[in-house]
């Protein structure tokens, strides 16, 4: 064993925060109203309590309040894992378990604890925890976890998720305890006495069970031990004696305890490999290989499952079993369990848990075995033993298998064969062995040794460590483990032992805090000892005890004194009936320890101590006291300040690890002392304490010596926690701090008295050099040049961060003196350089003596030339070769990141992020420890890289985001160094792709792509208009305004669509049926009072004509426009038909009798008014199945509302939610409306999936799917209809060979015997034609295997008849007898089959141009033919003849007029005997089919020629029916009326969703028509044409898939009912199909900073095809997109909005996604730009647009106004305290007006961001004009500014409008640092020479210029190359010699004067003037 690490012993830290502890629980407890509340019981009579119960009574209750109440709570703490934001303060989580009642708190520092869930069961609660179910998702790999509360009671688990799902699950045996794993529950089972005598002596019974879920079945564990020999062999967890006692999920592992060995063991827990389950199940662990071996051990396996009969799924009859009946049903009887089962010496009840069913085997009830499960009565029936099912008794084999077994191997076969069907459990999870507690001889068998607590903890050097604590021998034992490669396996090394009393790990500071028997507490890291902890408040126990027991090894705490005698411990102690250990341990080494041990607690016992520890969350613990009560402290942390934490990181990263720990555990000790420093003081503590540790006397050395008094160098951030400081002034306590360490350190003794600091101060003379040297001995000598170099890493990249940057300075101070005393000069000078009036004050070294040289690492990392990351982006920009940079891993990322980004951006690598990285960083590795951080880089970068293709600026972009990178960080970037990055960001806002991630958007600062992208990634958008939009329906003025179930519709975007009139208002008042109706009739004077009454009821009539068939077109004009609310029922407008007559107002109503009202009259029009109302429901919306019970009426007169609800919800998708149960329960009821509603709506939502349980549920409604012997089922004739409709849905395009066969036969179904099939054949028929149509919709020829069938003709057949040909198949039997009311003969009666036939023909050959099929549905070309064909069926030819033909549909008339047959068109001979009213009706007719046709091909496209072409013909039949003449006569009122119904409708079609006026205007005109012919059908086909022209309010349109035209010739049938109960031609139901055609295709732009709907240009492209070119037109959105698969791409224009393009031709997924939520398409407005709705001709965006030349534009420009132009409240702010002249700001006007031109260019350009880059270059340049910088920082960024535009105006004038800086700034400002640096040079070159000589630096004001100059002209450092420079004589030696040292020739020709001599020799030469640069 590895022994324990002692660190200073003396040293002591305080603990913060004392607070005192409660469980929140228990303070909850007192106020829930639960069982144990008395005062409550008190004021009810029992039965009422107890009702819950039943005969519980009062009595028992009462019993179970006792005193134990108390100690049977429990609780348990974590740290809170919901992080509602990033930045959200981490709380702790509570859940407390105390009789039946358990509660889940929260609560954190800052916030008082509050309930989270609280939960009450029905009997004690005797475990509750927390624990992670995976639920695998059907369709992907990965797993969603649920988060839930486990509650075990005595005989089930109740487990709550947080989303707010409960189960129960019963436990079949009875549980010891349960753990929480990775995985999900584990179960350990209570051993019972019986067990011994009841198992197999081949095989034990399990003890380990898993549930992996819930509805999971529990399973038994697999565990395989590490064996000695190589077949370790894999069996059931069935030892007895192992008990568990820890378990983990991260790493997912399990301990256990032997109780017999007394040893512990590890084990991984894993899913179980097939072959494991496998050889478990085939059980080969028998040692007898003979089959009966084989065969009982099966059958155990087997047994597990238990009697497999009482598992059905009734099988909840576990009551009344007898022990007979069980024993004979669990086992067959040959088997040889027979005779054990029924000698059984205790007759045990064999009883199942009921529905204990797995999801594994019984997919069909697993729904059922969950409700099942929850009711279960086995759960509360404890007079079985819940372990029976385990408990089987099982005794060996038979003795007459000895004889008769073996011999006669068949015999085994027939009695496998008889054991019933068990299918034996199959385990889930493997517990694999890892590591074993080796057994020692001081482990005292008699002992208990079983630990009380194990936990996992890490050092602060990631040392992972098991510890558990074994009280009995108070020590606590950890095993340090590592984590293999592949995370599975852990290896596990060392054990070492701690003494100590009790142990809590603190998780985020990689500590332990430790209890030791003398009461102390003692903070450890691993199994290092840092130092005691202070608790102010608590005496600390003597320390002479201490001494005492840090050298005991016996555990004294045995010694049972009472005062020791924790109550803990006493309870362990009698749980394991140990005897009492002192005789044992009575050596003589305890003899004289235990007076003083005694004397030490009685004197204790009187003030408070410390006995237990618990709850550790992060680095807080509750500490227990004797007294009983609690404290809770905090442990600080290692550091606050960022600066020291970063230094500790690259300190531990570069040492070993030995000298890591002392280094960070000598740290913690001082900087956390009691009473330690004040948080400002960090930093001057961290540099004196690592100086002296490297062997420096800080004493000595002045900087360091004047750290305690100076104000701080840096502002550290004020730490958070405020420490309770002593009295005294702020220099006394810091001398002290200094001094005490250095007491630790050096243990020098040291006075605490004022003289002292007083001489400290006073001396500050400096002191003899020859003191200033180096402590070879100190621990970090050694490692000083590595130690230096890792603190130059992290300076060079706090350079790269701006928040940083302060801190560098105060680095850079130990940085410079760590150089000079390694005698490292370039690093002095490159310091000296960025901190030049810093650098200059240092003076002193320290010498380090050459024979001690030796002895420091000089790692080959550390090079003589200084890494700068500044002047290596440089030499990036300009081009240069590079060595890669050197940078830390896990500390330099910034500097990771920018040298790439330039690496792949500026140098072009595609590479660099990706193979290449080696080329460009240089990977530090610590000599003395393998870094294993190479691979996790790569991982990290191998971002996939589809973008090779596209720019560096893309691909750049992308990999940023994929490392994390935010604007955040670009801001603090330093603007030199980010220009490049925002250059790259910029390039890629102008052409983004529409598929980037979120991330990318938000950093290419494309709000509107975020925002999209946000949307798109938000699974389910709960309401899809609410993501972010506020499109609430406005309230209503009118408090008193009816529902008129329109209120829903988004004004916000109707109001942008119709902005110039309020024809949606118009709409709503045609479409509203909840107010009564104005019936105005004048009373005539020769009229009785009472005529004029029923005159006003008849009138009243026939406006309800119209009010009836109002719903129709509500539900297409609101559709999918509302969000329920799931706790309100829908809200459905009444229906009214009641009348008010004017003057009076007086009530006129149907139900007066005084006329004849039509029976059932308003049944189909409430059906109607429910679906419309269920159609307002969005399909994004949540609906559940409870919630569509809910809504179920009270009332049996709203029942037909309901019906039309239901299928509602089955049209917009919601119906599967309903469970099976309900839909039967709906059905069961009879009630005609509401199965058709369900039928059709059930199928439309099941659409084209061949749905088992929906076809078995409609063939049950379908006479001819049912077998020929089945029963006579009573299904009224409409659902018969409905149900086929469905049939026709559900296998909608699947071309089903049976259904399509039924259906052609059902086309010709004669009537049958008695009176069924005989009336309303015609509506069966057709839609039997329909549903075959949608079986086969689109195959045309190529219907596959149906052949045989001849569909086509026998359709033709039925179309134009002849002779019945024989049923075949199945239901011949069923149509032998003809039927005794209809004499149809043997022939086809085609006025029942052709409309069927004709439609189902037409949808089969759909779009398939097939001329042939198409030339049968000619109109016949003679007069005779014509005079036999209904003029009604001619409109079905025609319209089925065109859709054939769909590619020949022309929008013009001449196409139209060109269906006409030739004859009609002609004049007519009078001689001939022509039927005038026969030709009349002909050419309407086929007029009309022919624009019905029209009205599919451009349904949903708003195409002009069409709507002309139909609006012509509506004209003229209109012109002709207000002719009362001839024609009007011929033809027939209803006739015309038909026809122009059906125009249109073709005409709404084609307006679908755009709500033309033209069409409204028609509407409407029909709308007041309600006398003579206008029928209910007619007003139902007018107003379906107004909710087609405003579908869904102009959010939807129709689509043209053949599934959608299938839907429209369903929905527009042309035959409408003549009156409300008309279902004679056509189901009424089927109007509402035509939702099934409509698709969103409304694009409505929203701005993405006002979150308002506004207009943006489109440009919409389409794809060639054979009628026009590829053609782009321009659209303002919000508009209607055509049909996404016509588009080629859909693109939002300039110059208003920043663009955005959707390329179609990839993929239409993104854009349908778009549309299906509402269309909402975010944009931004570019700056400088108003809105359309404001400035609708753009005259008034910025001026840049009219005035082109830039200077007028500036001068023209008005800050002021900048407002109305951006939103960007930085720019308007600037633009507000800037740019504007004002009395406090005494600017000069110049700087204003610098001020106004950046900012006008910022807007101008687009770039609001780059205006901090223009103040900072202004302010680099006036502050090297003035001359006071400080440090030469700005001028490198400047440096870089000027270099990257030097490279991109190189390349060619073309690459300039890619750069962000074009404008006439930038060489303005280079040309003032240029003039303020060579005036300077003129007057000062002799200090430029003396540097470059390297004689001493200047003083201060020249030094800084000097450095300026250096840094700006990058001359890098001279010192000893300046010889070579001096001996030039010309300027061509020196253009050869400089290339060598890497300046720039712009840079060098500044140095040509000081180098050759005069200035004017040096102009000479050149021959041209030094201006030119």
């Excluded at 206008?1574 to 007018?1582: S, V």
């Excluded at 890619?1858 to 300077?1880: C, G, H, I, Q, R």
């Amino acid at each position: 064993m590895s022994e324990v690490v002692y660190e200073e012993t003396a040293t002591m830290i305080a603990a913060g925060e004392l607070q005192s502890f409660v469980p929140f629980g228990r303070e909850h407890c007192r106020n829930h109203p639960n069982a144990f509340n008395l005062q409550l019981r008190e004021l009810q009579p029992a039965s009422e309590l107890w009702s819950s119960d039943g005969a519980a009574g009062l009595v028992g209750s009462l019993q179970e309040v006792s005193l134990q109440e108390r100690e049977r709570e429990s609780w348990q703490l974590r740290k809170g894992c919901k992080g509602v934001r990033e930045e959200d303060v981490e709380f702790e989580e509570e859940l407390y378990a105390a009789g039946t009642v358990v509660v889940w708190s929260q609560g954190s520092r800052t916030q008082a604890s509050n309930v989270y869930k609280a939960f009450t069961v029905d009997s004690p609660v005797q475990q509750a925890l927390w624990c992670t179910f995976a639920v695998p998702q059907n369709k992907t790999d990965e797993e969603e976890v649920e988060q839930t509360v486990c509650i075990v009671q005595s005989s089930c688990v109740n487990v709550h998720t947080v989303t707010g799902k409960d189960f129960i699950s019963p436990l079949p045996f009875q549980v010891s305890n349960v753990w929480a794993t990775k995985f999900g529950l584990l179960l350990e089972r209570k051993n019972t006495a019986t067990d011994a005598q009841l198992s197999l002596p081949g095989e034990p019974l399990p003890t380990v069970f898993s549930m992996l879920h819930p509805l999971d079945e529990i399973a038994p564990v697999v565990c395989k031990p590490a064996g000695l020999f190589e077949g370790s062999h894999v069996q059931y967890a069935s030892d007895a004696t192992m008990k568990i006692v820890f378990s983990c999920c991260q790493p997912s592992v399990v301990v256990s305890y032997d109780t017999v060995q007394g040893i512990h063991s590890v084990w991984a827990l894993r899913k179980v490999t097939q072959d494991e389950r496998s050889t478990v199940l085939r059980c080969t662990a028998d040692p007898v290989g003979t089959p009966l071996g084989l065969m009982a051990s099966g059958l155990l396996t087997s047994h597990l499952r238990n009697i497999s009969r009482l598992d059905s799924p009734g099988g909840s009859g576990a009551t009344g079993l007898g022990a007979g009946t069980g024993t004979s049903c669990a086992v067959g009887p040959g088997s040889p369990l027979h005779y054990s089962a029924l000698h059984s010496h205790q007759s045990r009840i064999m009883t199942s848990s009921p529905g204990f069913h797995s999801r594994v085997h019984s997919p069909s009830i697993s729904n059922m075995a969950a409700l099942s499960r929850a009711h279960s009565p086995g759960m509360a029936a404890p007079s079985f033993s819940g372990a029976a099912r385990f408990n089987t008794s099982f005794h060996s084999p038979s003795p007459r298998g000895h004889h008769g077994v073996i011999h006669s191997p068949n015999s085994t076969v027939n009695e496998t064969m008889l054991v019933p069907e068990m299918e034996p459990i199959i385990p889930d999870l493997c517990m694999e062995q890892l590591w074993s507690e080796t057994v020692t001889a001081g482990c005292h068998r008699d002992m208990s040794s079983q630990a009380c607590k194990v936990f996992l903890t890490s050092d602060l050097c990631e040392n992972r460590y098991l510890c558990f604590l074994v009280e009995s021998h108070q020590q606590l034992r950890c095993v340090k483990f590592i984590e293999s490669n592949n995370t599975s396996q852990l290896i596990f090394t060392s054990v070492t032992t701690i003494p100590a009393k009790d142990a809590e790990p603190l998780q985020n500071i990689g500590a332990m805090l430790v209890l030791e028997a003398c009461g102390s507490l003692v903070l450890y890291t691993g199994i290092t000892r840092v130092s005691k902890v202070f608790i102010p408040g608590l005496l600390s126990p003597t320390f002479s005890l201490t001494n005492h027991l840090s050298h005991l090894s016996t555990p004294v705490e045995n010694v049972s004194t009472p005062a020791n005698s924790g109550s803990r411990h006493l309870q362990r102690m009698d749980e394991a009936a140990m005897p009492s250990p002192v005789s044992e341990l009575r050596g003589p080494n305890i003899k004289h320890h235990e007076g003083s041990f005694l004397e030490d607690y009685t004197f204790q016992h009187a003030t408070p101590y410390i006995h237990a520890l618990r709850d550790p969350v992060c680095n807080r613990v509750t500490l227990e006291l004797n007294s009983g009560t609690m404290l809770r402290i905090s442990i600080p942390e290692i550091a606050t300040s960022e600066l020291v934490r970063k230094c500790l990181q690259a300190i531990h990263f570069i040492l070993p690890k030995e000298a890591a720990m002392k280094v960070l555990v000598k740290w913690y000790n001082i900087y956390n002392a009691p009473g330690g420093p004040s948080s400002h003081a960090e930093w001057n503590l961290y540099v004196t304490c690592f100086m002296t540790l490297m062997g420096y006397n800080t004493e000595r050395l002045a900087w360091t010596r004047n750290l305690h008094f100076e104000v701080p160098l840096s502002p550290v951030i004020a730490a958070k926690k405020a420490r309770p400081s002593d009295g005294g002034s702020e220099e006394n306590l810091d001398y002290l701090l200094g001094s005490l360490y250095h007491r630790q350190m050096n243990s020098q003794p040291v006075c605490y008295n004022n003289t002292l600091t007083t001489e400290t101060v006073t001396s500050m003379s400096p002191p003899s050099s020859p003191s200033l040297k180096l402590d070879s001995s100190a621990p970090l000598f050694p490692h000083i040049p590595a130690l230096f170099y890792v603190l130059h890493l992290l300076y060079q990249e706090l350079q790269l961060d701006e928040l940083q940057r302060a801190r560098a300075s105060s680095l850079v101070c130990l940085l410079q003196q760590l150089a000079r005393d390694l005698q490292l000069d370039e690093y002095v000078d490159l310091y000296w350089r960025d901190y030049p009036s810093l650098i200059s004050g240092f003076t002193e070294s320290c010498v380090i003596d050459q024979a001690l040289i030796g002895q420091m690492q000089r790692p080959s990392f550390l090079r003589a030339e200084p890494p700068c990351v500044l002047s290596w982006l440089s030499s990036c920009l300009r081009g240069e070769e590079n060595p890669p940079f050197p940078c830390l891993p896990g500390i330099s990322q910034r500097t990771r990141l920018l040298v790439l980004s330039y690496a792949l951006y500026i140098i072009g690598d595609v590479n660099a992020t990706s193979t290449a990285v080696s080329k460009y960083l240089a990977k530090l590795s610590p000599g003395q420890k393998s870094y294993a951080g190479e691979p996790h880089y790569r991982r990290q970068s191998s971002v996939n890289m589809k973008f090779s293709s596209e720019s560096l600026a893309e691909q750049l972009v992308v990999w940023l985001t994929s490392e994390g990178f935010t604007l955040k960080d670009l801001e603090s970037v330093p603007f030199g160094v980010a220009l490049p990055i925002r250059e790259a960001i910029y390039r890629c806002r102008e052409q983004p792709c529409s598929d980037w991630s979120e991330e990318v958007c938000l950093l290419i600062g494309r709000q509107d792509l975020t925002k999209q992208a946000h949307t798109m990634t938000l699974a389910k958008c709960k309401a899809s208009v609410g993501s972010g939009l506020s499109l609430e329906p406005p309230a209503t003025t009118e408090a008193d305004e009816e529902e008129d179930g329109m209120l829903d519709i988004i004004q916000e975007v109707t109001g942008l669509i119709w902005s110039q009139d309020l024809r949606v208002q118009e709409v709503r008042r045609l479409l509203q049926s909840s107010r009564p109706a104005r019936v105005s009739v004048v009373q005539l004077p020769e009229v009785s009072d009472h005529e004029y009454i029923e005159e006003k009821e008849n009138k009243l009539l026939q406006l309800c004509q119209r009010t009836m068939a109002l719903p129709v077109g509500r539900g297409l004009f609101t559709l999918f426009s509302y969000h329920p609310v799931p706790t309100e029922p829908l809200p459905v407008p009444k229906l009214n038909l009641t009348g008010r007559a004017p003057p009076r107002n007086t009530m006129v109503d149907l139900n007066s009798g005084n006329i004849d009202v039509p029976p059932n009259m308003t049944s189909w029009p409430s059906f109607h008014n429910g679906v419309a109302a269920g159609l307002k429901i969005a399909p994004a919306s949540q609906v559940d199945s409870a919630w569509i019970a809910y809504n179920k009426p009270k009332s049996p007169e709203l029942a037909n509302e309901y019906a039309g609800f239901l299928m509602a919800l089955g049209l917009n998708g919601h119906l599967t939610k309903l469970a099976t149960l309900n839909i039967h329960d709906y059905l069961t009821k009879g009630h005609e409306m509401t199965s058709i509603g369900l039928l059709l709506g059930v199928s439309s939502a099941k659409l084209g999936t061949m749905d088992m349980s929906i076809t078995r549920l409609l063939s049950i409604h379908i006479p001819a799917l049912l077998p020929p012997t089945s029963t006579e089922l009573d299904v009224p004739h409409n659902v018969q209809v409905a149900a086929v409709i469905g049939i026709g849905l559900v296998y909608q395009g699947t071309g089903h060979r049976h259904n399509a066969e039924v259906l052609l036969s059902e086309i010709g179904r004669p009537p049958g015997p008695e009176m069924e099939y005989c009336t309303d054949r015609e509506s069966y028929s057709l839609a039997a034609g329909l549903a075959l149509g949608m079986v086969c919709l689109g195959h045309g020829s190529n219907l596959i295997g149906m052949t045989d069938l001849n569909v086509p003709e026998q359709l033709y057949q039925y179309m134009v008849g002849g002779h019945r040909r024989a049923q075949a198949g199945a239901n011949r039997e069923r149509h032998k007898s003809p039927s005794y009311q209809i004499k149809e003969g043997d022939t086809i009666n085609v006025d029942v089959t052709c409309p069927g036939a004709t439609l189902a023909l037409a949808m089969i050959y759909l779009k398939t141009n097939n001329r042939s099929i198409a030339d049968w549905l000619k109109p016949p070309d003679t007069w005779f033919l014509l005079d036999f064909i209904k003029p009604e069926f001619l409109l079905l030819r025609t319209l089925a003849r065109c859709i054939i033909m769909w590619d020949e549909i022309l929008p013009n008339a001449e196409w139209v007029k060109s269906n006409i047959p030739q004859i009609m068109r002609g004049t007519f001979d009078p001689s001939e005997d022509i039927n005038m009213e026969t030709m009349a009706q002909a050419q309407d007719y086929i007029t009309a089919g022919a624009c019905m046709a029209l009205g599919l091909r451009f349904a949903g496209s708003a195409n002009s020629d069409a709507f002309d072409c139909l609006y012509e013909f509506a004209r003229s039949f209109m012109k002709i029916m207000s002719f009362a003449g001839t024609a009007a006569v011929q033809t027939g009122y209803y006739n015309l009326q038909t026809g122009l119904s059906m125009i249109l409708l073709a005409m709404s079609m084609v307006m679908s969703g755009t709500g033309n006026l033209k069409v409204l205007q028609l509407c409407r005109f029909f709308h007041k028509r309600t006398g003579g012919e206008m029928n209910y059908g007619f007003h139902m086909a007018h107003h379906m044409a107004l909710g087609l022209l405003f579908l869904g309010g102009g959010r939807y349109t129709l689509s043209t898939s053949n599934s959608a035209i299938a839907a429209l010739l369903c929905a527009l049938y042309p035959h409408f009912p003549a009156h409300s109960t008309d279902n004679r031609y056509h189901l009424q139901a089927l109007r509402h199909l035509a939702v099934l055609a409509a698709e969103p295709r409304l694009l409505v732009p929203v701005d993405v900073d006002s979150l308002k709907p506004c207009y943006a240009l489109l440009e919409v492209t389409y794809k060639e095809t054979k009628w026009y070119d590829e053609t782009t037109v321009e659209l303002m959105a919000p508009t209607m997109l055509p049909e996404l698969h016509l588009l080629k791409r859909v693109k939002v224009k300039g110059p208003r909005y920043w663009e955005l393009s959707v390329d179609l031709s990839k993929e239409t997924q993104h854009l349908k996604s778009i549309l299906s939520r509402d269309g909402v398409l975010y944009v931004k407005l570019r700056a400088g730009q108003l809105p359309y709705k404001d400035d609708p001709q753009g005259w008034k965006s910025l001026l840049a647009s009219t005035v082109n030349h830039r200077n007028s534009g500036v001068r023209a420009f008005e800050p002021e106004a900048i407002s109305t132009f951006t939103s960007e409240p930085a720019l308007v702010s600037f633009a507000e305290f800037f740019c504007k002249k004002s009395e406090d700001i005494k600017h000069r006007d110049d700087t204003l007006v610098l001020f106004s031109a950046m900012l006008y260019e910022c807007v101008t350009q687009e770039c609001p961001e780059m205006l901090p880059t223009y103040i900072a270059v202004e302010q680099a340049v006036g502050a090297l004009r003035r001359g006071d910088l400080l440090q030469t920082f700005p001028l490198w960024q400047m440096r870089l500014v000027v270099e990257l535009w030097d490279s991109r105006v190189l390349r060619g004038p073309a690459n300039r409008h890619n750069a962000l800086l074009t404008s006439e700034f930038l060489p303005v400002m280079k040309n003032m640092a240029d003039v303020a640096l060579d005036s300077w040079l003129k007057d000062n070159s002799s200090v430029l020479r003396s540097y470059m000589r390297g004689e001493a630096l200047p003083k201060n004001g020249q030094s800084i210029m000097l450095a300026c100059f250096l840094v700006y002209r990058s001359i890098p450092c001279l010192r000893n190359t300046h010889a070579q420079l001096e001996s030039c004589s010309s300027f061509g030696d020196l253009l050869s010699r400089s290339s060598e040292l890497r300046i720039p020739l712009r840079d060098l020709l500044r140095l040509v004067p000081v180098l050759l001599g005069s200035a004017s020799g040096a102009q000479t030469l050149l021959g041209f003037p030094l201006k030119a640069f």
